[in-house]
């Protein structure tokens, strides 16, 4: 994907073990990242809170509220033990191709419908906040994904979604699942995620991108009918990189991904893209997560 090495991340499997092998450990993790300026009622904002003697449990003096570190947070109605939480955020963001629920399941030692539903809430946090436009050089390409079907023949599309992506050079993707491959939906898409004063689109010669040029920024293609892959440093090769990444962990872990959830699968893979050179990814998950709104079961199940 990116000709450099990917960074280091600053946590690997043993340091996760020895720093967050137990809750104490995580509580007083997920501490220092919520309230780095020191405990604050999540109620009245007071920072005269009393640590009661439970375990990690915060009294404020001024309206006697009573909470712990992960109060009002994701992590709270889960029954489920912090450190399966902070294994699984580790897991995610450190598989390139992605981690299925069902390894996670066999990981943490929790069944398929609890790893499924951790691993959406995971990557419902793994999000950017205020996506700026993309700009100088950006390689757009769409491509279709998912649902495999048996007997029916190779051309067969009726299963499957279109992923629109852009990347720019040596830069940050957006990837969006889009309704289809016409100039309208295409150019929108670019339009929603390119500066105006972009330099240069780069795609392949399907014909809806055509047009896509303005008195500012150029549109080069490279003729991919006929068998025309690169021009001088015209390419879409870094955009297509991506796709096949994707469909690799669509295919090797995900096995299938519904229409309803491709976006946030798409989503994962942006978060893991943008972030390739964040040796902090880990920790930078963990404060999304923090912030983020619970995903009720119902809402990531109903049709
Ligand atoms: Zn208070």
């Known amino acids: 994907m990116n000709k450099k090495r990917r960074t280091k991340q600053e946590i690997n499997l043993i340091t996760l073990i020895e720093r967050y092998h137990n809750e104490d450990k995580c509580r007083a993790y997920l501490e220092e990242l919520r309230f780095p300026n020191g405990v604050a009622c999540p109620r009245c904002g007071s920072t005269s809170i009393s640590r009661v003697q439970k375990p990690r449990v915060f009294d404020c ?8 570190v992960t109060s009002g947070t994701i992590f709270h109605d889960s029954h489920l033990p912090l450190w ?12 390139k191709k992605g981690v299925s629920a069902n390894q996670i399941s066999r990981t943490i030692a929790v069944s398929y419908k609890t790893a499924w539903y951790l691993c959406h809430r995971v990557r419902n946090a ?34 499957k979604v279109i992923a ?3 990347v720019q050079r040596d830069g940050e993707v ?11 939906t295409l150019h929108g898409f670019i339009h929603k995620h390119t500066a105006p004063d972009t330099e240069a689109i780069y795609t392949d010669d ?34 297509e990189n991506v796709f096949s990444l994707f469909k690799r ?11 309803k959830h491709l976006d946030a699968y798409l989503d994962e893979l942006e978060w893991r893209f943008n972030n390739r050179e964040n040796p902090y990814l880990f920790r930078d998950t963990l404060l999304k997560l923090i912030r983020s709104e619970n995903l009720p079961y119902q809402q990531l199940v109903a049709d």
């Open 126 to 159: 793994m999000t950017v906040d205020n996506p700026q436009p993309l700009s100088k050089i950006v390689e757009v390409d769409e491509t279709w994904v998912g649902g495999k079907r048996k007997n029916v023949g190779h051309g067969y599309k009726g299963n």
């Open 164 to 166: 629109a992506g852009a």
């Open 84 to 95: 399966k939480w902070f294994a699984t955020v580790y897991l995610m963001v450190e598989a």
């Open 249 to 259: 962990s669509v295919v090797g872990s995900y096995h299938k991904v519904s229409r």
């Open 174 to 184: 957006r990837l969006e699942k889009v309704g289809s491959r016409d100039r309208e």
């Open 61 to 68: 003096n001024s309206c006697r509220y009573q909470f712990s």
């Open 206 to 239: 399907w014909p809806p991108y055509k047009g896509i040029a303005d008195h500012d920024t150029r549109h080069e293609t490279v003729n991919h009918s006929a068998d025309e892959w690169v021009r001088g440093d015209v390419h879409t090769n870094t955009i």
